[in-house]
């Protein structure tokens, strides 16, 4: 039951029409006073997104789906492993194929020449790879030296801070019924 | 100018998506806030409110135009209302209003035409002792009075909505108009 209260509310003039109509008996006036205080009734908001959730519940709109859960990409990627593996067990058939008009031109001193050629060239490119390696090791060792101390560290916790929030404010901007709770707008 | 319900419905069966989102966000906020102060549980009433929408959207072919939407769609909304209480047990049981009911959607609503913090707070007064008065009536006399005074329908409407008679549906309003004006008077209001 409501309470009951002794204090007489300022804001009174709707209800006071309202009820000074029911006490005539007049069914009409109160009727149309009664409409016009029902005006400051509070109205409900379901949560944000509520139109977007009943469109997709109702399969009015499709939710976006993840490229590989399409039954197409699926199939196109099944088909191109099997043709990977059917090329691989062709290739050494393709390559003798290939090779086999030029069979009569190698010689024994060709095949050692080519050989140490290639030998010569691949140590180039192991040379050249190892360098790269080594800038890379420099900078890990650099980027670790700073990291074992307490201000590298502290560093790179708030980047990580800084970038986890970013990431999280990004996707609820792209994805606004994740908020579940939120300030009715009015 | 605002585009008709039934021009809506007609664009919505022809398959316009945005047809279905306006025909949705149009009805959202009444049907919620009536399911909402029926079942007296904010979680519930969306959950009651989506099923409303959603097999209105699925029988959208069936709807009559000749009806008004509103009215087909609020009938939806009270057989789907009426079931999830009756399975719930509280139909027969009036609904206290209590301090402890999730009302929080409905007090957080804010009105944009009250000038400054006085208004707003006698606004808020007369929000809150009217929140009470409803809450404080029959589940059955509180639909009749909210289609009724909150959504302005006709007595037949509500009769069709309800599938109550019309003399039964006059006969609640009245008993209800006389409750609510006990409760209000004894909240300190008409003094």
């Known amino acids: 039951m409501p309470r009951e209260t002794t204090r007489k509310p300022a804001f009174e003039k709707l209800p006071a029409a309202w009820l000074e109509a029911e006490a005539r008996g007049d069914d009409s006036a109160a009727e149309e006073a009664l409409a016009s205080l029902m005006t400051r009734l509070p109205e409900a908001s379901p949560r944000p997104g509520f139109a977007a959730r009943v469109l997709r519940q109702s399969g009015v709109v499709k939710a976006r789906r993840d490229l590989f859960a399409r039954r197409s990409v699926q199939w196109a990627i099944a088909a191109s492993l099997v043709l990977a593996a059917v090329s691989l067990l062709v290739v050494p058939g393709v390559v003798k194929a290939v090779l086999s008009p030029f069979a009569g031109s190698f010689s024994v001193a060709g095949v050692l020449g080519g050989a140490s050629q290639l030998f010569v060239l691949a140590g180039r490119w192991v040379s050249a790879g190892a360098a790269y390696w080594r800038l890379a090791s420099d900078i890990g060792s650099a980027c670790s030296l700073a990291l074992s101390k307490p201000p590298g560290a502290l560093l790179l916790l708030g980047l990580s801070i800084v970038g986890a929030g970013a990431f999280r404010g990004l996707n609820r901007l792209m994805s606004p019924e994740r908020s579940a709770f939120h300030a009715p707008s009015h | ?191």
Do not use: C
């Open chain 2, 1 to 191: 100018m605002e585009i008709s319900d039934a021009e809506l419905v007609a664009r919505a069966i022809a398959g316009s998506e945005p047809a279905y989102g306006e025909l949705v966000r149009r009805y959202e906020r009444p049907l919620f806030s009536l399911i909402l102060r029926l079942v007296r549980d904010a979680a519930q009433a969306e959950d009651l409110a989506q099923d409303v929408f959603i097999k209105a959207i699925r029988a959208l072919q069936s709807y009559d135009p000749s009806r008004k939407f509103s009215s087909w769609l609020f009938k939806i909304a009270h057989n789907t209302t009426i079931d999830h209480l009756r399975r719930r047990g509280l139909d027969t049981e009036p609904l206290e209003s209590g301090e402890d009911d999730d009302f929080g959607p409905l007090r957080s609503i804010a009105d944009t035409t009250i000038a400054g913090p006085a208004d707003e707070l006698e606004r808020r007064e007369l929000g809150e002792a009217l929140d009470r008065a409803v809450g404080a009536l029959r589940p059955e006399y509180r639909e009749v009075m909210l289609l009724r005074f909150r959504e302005n329908m006709a007595y037949e409407e509500i009769a069709e909505i309800t599938g109550l008679p019309l003399g039964t549906v006059k006969t609640h309003i009245h008993r209800a108009r006389k409750e609510m004006a006990e409760i209000l008077s004894a909240m300190g209001y008409g003094r």
